[in-house]
């Protein structure tokens, strides 16, 4: 079943989250799909996450199609004007990719070539209405495309933002992508499930599936990290505690992702498990929650 | 105004090894403002200029002027003209605009810029400026409040923030608020919240170099 089926299904949709790494080598990657690729509806290729310089998103995703895996294709308005950001999707298109997560990307002075130009022609939103554009045979500038794509365009919403402002135009934010064509969400990090079930009662009228971000928490220092550096992602302080008392992290971690996607079935349409690199861990997060 | 700063005193001596006669060019306008290439500060080049030259034995003369407005021809025209024979070359303070101005007046002198122009910006508070303005040909203000995301969000977004803000902060300095959320605020502040609905915006970026041709003035100018 393709993501878009599994998506008008109404199924408790399971996605999860691969980064391509500096170089070629993508067997590792590979290998990671392939442990997951009966568990998950969609796989997420990052867009140089972090602004790192990485092996693209698009190649990516292109052998995961080739795996029968269908990928969301990651496009961050970043690194690339209008010109570039269509041209690279028809490509994707044409490669065999169907479904697009529209980001802003990172700054790239938070990465590793933070003399970058940044770009952001588009934003997230302007990008969604391209990918609408695009799909209804037109560019940006109105020309006919001989050939149009169908992508399934999906956005992102950070439901941890730290204040009320933060939060209010969060929610502002997401009206305007799911006008501009968003057809899901994929949220950041989910670790305070009364805050997100906060947050799903004031967007559950917009009717358009949220799919909850999972991180699965490494150790004790990764969540005081991410406390610290990550905008919008709080692990509390119990969940910090439980990680520093195990004696089996990877146990412990798996349990408590386990834990958060049994509540966000409850509250939200799926969740996206962003392992990190355990992604050998996400079918035994999965069975413990259910799915 | 238009905010610069010196060049690295190493950089400026650099410059004008070459030469004996040099005419140090103040601007009377932005750059007195911000204290970077005033009648003051044309003062204190020259004389470090002088002091050393003295140190390696060399001879210098240093000529000090300013313009009222060096990117106004009319402004240098009479000063640079009167003293033509006394300078070989041109160390202008003024902005970049101020320098290419003089260059453009007198192509056959060497003009130098003793600044880096920084931005257009306002004053913070007494030896702070931030930039304010990137001059983009297509101004938002009114929607956003009077504060300029396409200067202070530092990804210029122009339908809302990113999720990387943190504490109010912008990912890219904890120094800098995120705009977005000002904006908010002082929307909120003017009852004008709903502003932030409007339809999704994307920028049309002007070609550089801009030019404005404004033809009711030129007419008056030709009758």
């Known amino acids: ?291 | 105004m238009i905010v610069g700063e010196r060049k690295p005193m190493e950089e400026l001596l650099g410059m004008i090894e070459d030469f004996e006669r040099i005419l140090v060019l103040g601007c009377k306008g932005c750059v007195t403002v911000c204290c970077a290439g005033g009648p003051k500060e044309v003062k204190t080049l020259s004389t470090l200029i002088r002091m050393d030259r003295k140190q390696k034995g060399r001879k210098v003369i240093t000529i000090e002027a300013s313009t009222e407005l060096q990117c106004e021809p009319e402004s240098i025209r009479p000063i640079l003209e009167k003293m033509a024979n006394q300078y070989d070359v041109v160390l202008s303070m003024a902005c970049g605009a101020g320098v290419q101005t003089v260059a453009k007046l007198f192509p056959d002198k060497l003009v130098l810029p003793a600044l880096n122009t920084n931005f257009t910006g306002i004053a913070e508070e007494h030896g702070v400026w931030t930039e304010a303005c990137l001059a983009c040909g297509d101004c938002v203000l009114g929607r956003t409040a009077g504060i300029c995301p396409v200067t202070l969000c530092a990804k210029g977004l122009l339908n809302g923030p990113c999720g990387g803000a943190s504490e109010g902060k912008c990912e890219v300095s904890k120094d800098q608020p995120c705009a977005w959320q000002e904006i908010y605020h002082a929307l909120k502040r003017l009852n004008r919240l709903h502003y932030l609905k409007q339809k999704p915006q994307v920028k049309n970026w002007p070609v550089h170099p801009g030019r404005v041709v404004r033809e009711d003035l030129r007419e008056v100018e030709t009758t």
Not at chain 1, 160 to 188: H, P, R, S, V
């Open chain 1, 1 to 291: 079943m393709s993501f878009r089926e599994s998506l008008e299904s109404g199924k408790f949709l399971v996605t999860a989250e691969v980064g391509p790494g500096k170089g070629t080598d993508v067997e590792h990657l590979l290998k990671a799909a392939d442990i997951i690729k009966d568990r998950v509806d969609a796989i997420n290729v990052t867009d140089l996450q972090s602004s790192v310089m990485r092996l693209g998103s698009m190649a990516f995703s292109h052998l995961l199609t080739d795996m029968g895996i269908d990928p969301i294709f990651q496009m961050t308005g970043r690194d690339r004007n209008r010109l570039a950001l269509q041209s690279d999707l028809l490509s994707a298109w044409v490669l065999g990719i169907r479904n697009v997560l529209a980001l802003t990307g990172d700054h790239p002075t938070m990465g590793d070539h933070p003399h970058a130009k940044p770009v952001f022609d588009l934003d997230s939103v302007s990008l969604l209405e391209m990918i609408g554009k695009l799909n209804s045979g037109y560019d940006m500038a109105g020309n006919e495309l001989k050939g149009a794509p169908e992508f399934l365009p999906g956005a992102v919403v950070n439901p941890g933002a730290d204040n009320e402002a933060a939060l209010d135009l969060q929610i502002m934010k997401m009206e305007k992508k799911i006008e501009a064509g968003a057809k899901f969400f994929q949220t950041q990090a989910v670790y305070d499930i009364d805050l997100f079930e906060k947050f799903i009662r004031r967007v559950e009228g917009f009717k358009v599936p949220i799919i909850g971000g999972v991180i699965l928490l490494k150790s004790a220092g990764m969540a005081r990290f991410m406390n610290k550096n990550v905008a919008g992602v709080f692990v509390p302080i119990p969940l910090i505690k439980e990680m520093t008392d195990t004696k089996d992290k990877v146990k412990k971690s798996v349990e408590i992702a386990a834990r958060i996607v049994k509540r966000l079935k409850n509250l939200c349409q799926g969740v996206h498990i962003m392992a990190l690199g355990w992604e050998k861990m996400i079918p035994a997060v999965l069975d413990q929650a259910g799915i």
